[in-house]
Structure formats: structure tokens, C-alpha cells
């Protein structure tokens, strides 16, 4: 899978999400949003509190509460354990099924909003109803669709708790239905998929709406802007020309321009889209994600000195950690020594929630190198190789950091860390 980043996209999807995740009893500071670079119209749950949403399920959506609906369900696996006892049921199958279930397509592990895979060869997968399928994988696959259903109905509780209207993922389902029938072009057993049918599932949710107090609440101004922008944002990103197709010069809107402005930039036409984004923030002076564009031109362009003020003032509208960590490459890029102390520094914020970013990594250890800080520099590139499954390049750049650093610091205290895990991790394979 191809991961991206991006802090507006993904406060974005927090605000809309943020209060389903709360009436489901979820901390929103432990769930992760993964952005998935992928044309298809699916979002999964994996690796604990891990949403996994398709960049092509974002673009279609046609409005925020489609979006919600589609994660509200994804929240009704976290908030039903799903993955831990979906494991258990694999852990039932044999080697060569769980390989035939997952790569013949028959089965999505972490419960994907979009229908699992049609059918398939081998494994006894041999005919319509079910029969010939073996009884674990049978059962592995009902089991599936029974979480599906829980987590169907958990979306429903959370959207009425959250005064949502249930009517949004009806409308995804049946966009989902119609690709379905582009794709497959042909009707399929529910024995097959790890989903109930997406009739049955649209059924489901109208009679939800149907019941619903909040059936015909509208989408908020704001969230229909976040939404309008995201997808301007991800067209202009993804698809260049189709963005400036359909955002043309007349349209003067600020999700057009925004538009405009990358897809102009993603076709190396930079001084127009400087000029369309000068607009833009003339308009608006105080809109973080405008001046990390602006930023992200000019330091793709080789001008990283002018980058700098602009992922400043980003940064202090915001203080989004991914920001930091583009605003800490620019100082870097300019190469003196003051900005290298400040890079450093924005690192480190950055490092309180990034831990997982092996660029962050690979920063400190240039920045710290250049200050002549051994010790923190070896355990920066300790951090990377662990991040990349180097046990022992981890393991050695650990134990030179423990040599090289303060005995009882923190930094020491991690380079120690940082040895045993690598050690324990080399063992169990």
C-alpha cells in the first residue's frame, strides 16, 4: 500500500468523525487515520485503533455525511473488538485456506466498508450457496459477515447518539452498489464476500433512516467546505487535468481556486499556481493549509530559504506535527547552523506523536550530525533502521548511542530501550 500524509485531509476527517468516535467510548487521541493512496472505494480497520480509508473512497463521496455513515461503520469494528476476535477465527483455519481466503480475494481482513472479493478458485470455493466450501472457512466467512452486521447496526446507534443522519452511507452504499455491478457484472453469493450483500446492507440503513429523528438533518456550511476542499485537494494532487477541467477559470470559489492552484503546480506551471494561491491567501491570511502549499512549491523548486516563512506561519496557525517535520526539512535545506538548532527543535515536538516516521528520523540524524551530537545522531539512525526491521544495525547504532550519550538521560534510556527490542524482536524471528 501506497500511505500518505497530509494534516488538512486528515483534520478534515477527524472534525467530522471526532464525535461518533466519542459516543463510541473511543479516545479520538488513540485512533489513527491512515490515508491510503488507492483508486478503489473501500476503508478498513487493521493493527488495533488503525482506520485505513482509499483515496478513492474519499473522492467519491459526495458530501460529509456519506463519509461519516462509511466510518461509523469502521468505528463499530474498533468499538466491537472485532480484530482481536477475528484472529481467533483465522488462527481456526489452516495455512492454505487463510492464503486462498485473503488472496483469492475471498475474504478483506479488518472489515472494509466495500464488499469482499467475488468468489474465487481453489479451497473448495466450487459453487453458488456455499457448497463445497470447507466447514472452517465457511464458518470463518459467516463469522465475518455476522461482524459486518454488528458493525452495520453499531453505526447505526452511534449516528442516532451522535444526532447523524443515517442517510449518508445509504447513498455511498448505493454508489458502491453500482460499481459493483460495473466491475463484477454479475450477482454474487453472500457465502463469498466477508460483507452482507450490499442490497441487504442498503436496506438495513434506509429502514434506519426511516426511524431516524435525524434523518433529514443537513450537513453543517463548515463541513461542507472541509469536504469540498478535501476533494478539490486530492483531484488537484492525483489527477492534474481532470481537476482543471472541472474547476474552470469562472468558477471563483475557494475549493476551485485551491484546485487550480495545485493541480497547476503538479503540472511544473509554478508561477501561475504561486499567482492562484497569492489569491487565495490574500483572501485568506490565516489559513495554515494555504501557506504550507505555498511552502511545499517553493521547496520542491529548490527555493527552500523562501519555503521557510511559509511553513512558519503554517506552523503557528496549526502546529500540525507533519507540518513541523516539512518546516524542520526547509531549515535544514538551507544549511546553517542556526536553522539546524530550530530544525532540531521542531523535530523533537514533532517526535511526541510521529514516532512512527522514519523521515523524522532521518532529519535528527542529519541535523544532529551537523552539530557534531554523535550520540544523538546514532540514536536517530538506531530509530530508523528499527523502523525499517534493522535489528542489528538498530542494535549497533543503540549500544554506540549508550556509549556516546549521558548515562540516565532519557535519550540514553531510549538507546537502552532501543537494544532491547531490537534483541527481543531478533529471537522471536
Known sequence: MNLIRDAEIESTIRTFITPIWRVA?????????????????????????????????????ERPNQLIGVLAHETGHIAGGHLARQQEELAN?????????????AAMIGGGVAGGGRGGSGGGVTGPGGQGIPGSLGAYLRYSQTQESSADQAAITFLDRAHESPR????FLKILEHQERLTIGRPTTPYLTTHPLTPDRIATFEAAVAQSPYANTPDPPQFIELHQRM???????????????RYQEGDRSIPARYARAIALYRKGTIGSALLTLDGLLKERPNDPYFHELRGQILFENGRAAEAV????????????PVIKIDFARALIETNKPDADREAIRFLDLAAQTETDSWDLWRLEATAYSRQGNEGMTSLARAEMALLRGQKS??????????RQLPRGTPAWQRAQD???LAGSRSRRN
Do not use: C, W
Not at 35 to 41: H, K, T, Y
Not at 231 to 245: E, H, N, R, T, V
Open 25 to 61: 467510548g473511543l479516545n479520538p487521541e488513540a485512533v489513527q487515520i491512515v490515508l491510503v493512496q488507492d483508486n478503489s472505494l473501500n476503508a478498513f480497520v487493521a493493527g488495533g485503533q488503525r482506520i485505513f480509508i482509499n483515496t478513492g473512497l474519499l473522492m467519491r463521496t
Open 93 to 105: 483455519l489452516s495455512t492454505m485456506q487463510i492464503l486462498e481466503t485473503l488472496l483469492g480475494g
Open 168 to 171: 449518508g452511507i445509504v447513498e
Open 231 to 245: 476533494i478539490a485537494k486530492l483531484m488537484g494532487f492525483m489527477a492534474p487535468d481532470a481537476a482543471l477541467s
Open 309 to 320: 516563512p511559509s511553513y512558519r506561519r503554517a506552523v503557528q496557525l496549526t502546529g500540525a
Open 393 to 402: 544495525e538498530a542494535q549497533a547504532h543503540a549500544s554506540a548511542a549508550t
Open 418 to 420: 532501543i537494544q532491547s
